[in-house]
């Protein structure tokens, strides 16, 4: 259901974390907020300037000297006439403050209104609202860099080309249709075909792209695998540097996933321990080890951990490392990465109790995630991946319709990508999903 709110009313909100610090934030937006901020405060002049900041006094409920900056409409972060005011920052005089901005006119901001007034301004489209929530949100380098890229307008400008080219693939079908004679509706076809398949390269492109821009965003999942006490869940805490999973000399003591995420330079990469496999009449460890499976099938780096001397007895893909565990002090040179001979995965040896070799798996993990999000696209989470897919659908239905089908149909699966490619950005969305995206906003922002 979409949330109801007045269209000029006047919004407030703590944009600060709770708790003391040297400083705290309350923003307004809204028709009349500058007004409003001078009704609560002394040493302001009648006219303010855009972006200057002001010393003044603040008086609704408590007291405090503050600093004062007013935006002015259509310069704002909103788009609309703001103000922030700073205050010494104490919890409760801060929550004092906005209680005596609500009582002079204001109103409680619900999560996300701010950026959310910014969209339905045109300052950003939900693209880059997105891109804002993954700053506030990233716990790495990588992340905060393609969260940056987004929220300045990455994401956007690459579906805005695509749609662009799917607009002038629209008009020239609908030539077809306004001008059935058989010269013109035979030499649009054929300009119809070639631009259609320019265009599904380019949305595939990006589809290809994907894992990459979502590795940046979320962090690679690196899943542990292997039989039984292979040392698993000691490798797990060793690389976490706490102990996080329960390890014992018990055959089946992990039963079930457990992820936690970690940096390493740049990157983040999520770390899943998993049951051990093995033949087992427990119904509770077959699930798990069942759930083992499956997350190998959506991992981004399988960890296959082996007792030193241990046969692999499955086929590895592209996303496998052998990592050799040898429960002993490794003698020197010995924990190195290689590609084996004959194999296509590369093995590293360690010891996962000292933490001995370590340091190379991570840099392979590393160098395996950089080569992912080399290559990402300009798309990088679910929302925006499952509208590009369906764009990509109903082009490949206007490819085969060029040949045998007539032009409104065409122009019926061109309109259809269009339709999908604009929720992406926001062109055509409903309201209850421009609810959801902004609900997980803070409130304040």
Known sequence: MAVQTEKN????????????????????????????????????????????MYVAHFHARVRDKIMAVAFLHGKSYTGEESAE??????????????????????????????????FLHGKIDLTQAEGIADLIDAESEDALAGAYEQSEGRTRQAIEEIYAQAITLAARAEVSIDYPEEDVEEQTREQLAIGLQQLQARVQSEINGYDGGRIRREGARVVLTGKTNAGKSTLFN?????????????????????????????????????????????????????????????????????????????????????????????????????????????????????????????????????????????????????????????????????????????CADLRAALDALGRITGRNVSDSLVDEIFSKFCVGK
């Open 238 to 410: 060793t690389m976490l540097r706490e102990q996080r999973a329960i390890v014992s000399d018990e055959d089946g003591t992990t039963r079930d996933t457990i992820e936690e995420k970690c940096r390493y330079k740049d990157a983040a990469f999520v770390l899943v321990d998993t049951a051990g496999i093995r033949a087992t009449q427990s119904k509770a460890e077959q699930m798990g080890i069942q759930r083992s499976k499956d997350a190998c099938k959506s991992a981004d780096v399988v960890l296959h951990v082996l007792r030193k001397g241990e046969k692999i007895a499955e086929s590895l893909d592209e996303n496998a490392v052998v990592v050799v565990n040898s429960f002993q002090n490794l003698y020197k040179g010995a924990a190195r990465a290689a590609q084996n001979d004959g194999e296509k995965c590369v093995t590293v040896e360690l010891n996962a109790a000292t933490g001995e070799g370590v340091p190379l798996l991570q840099e392979e993990i590393y160098r395996r995630i950089k080569n992912k999000t080399a290559t990402g696209g300009a798309v990088n989470n679910p929302r925006q991946y499952a509208a590009l897919k369906e764009a990509g659908e109903c082009l490949k239905r206007a490819q085969a319709a060029v040949q045998t089908l007539t032009a409104d149909c065409i």
């Open 9 to 52: 009313d006047i919004i407030a909100a703590i944009a600060t974390p709770k708790g003391k610090g040297a400083v705290s934030c309350i923003r307004l937006s809204g028709e009349g907020s500058v007004a409003l901020m001078q009704r609560v405060t002394n040493g302001l002049p009648d006219t303010l300037q855009h972006g200057k």
């Open 85 to 118: 005011l700073y205050f010494h920052g104490g919890r409760y005089l801060t929550e004092q403050a906005l209680l005596g901005l609500i009582d002079n006119g204001a109103r409680l901001a619900i999560a996300g209104e701010f950026t959310r007034r910014a």
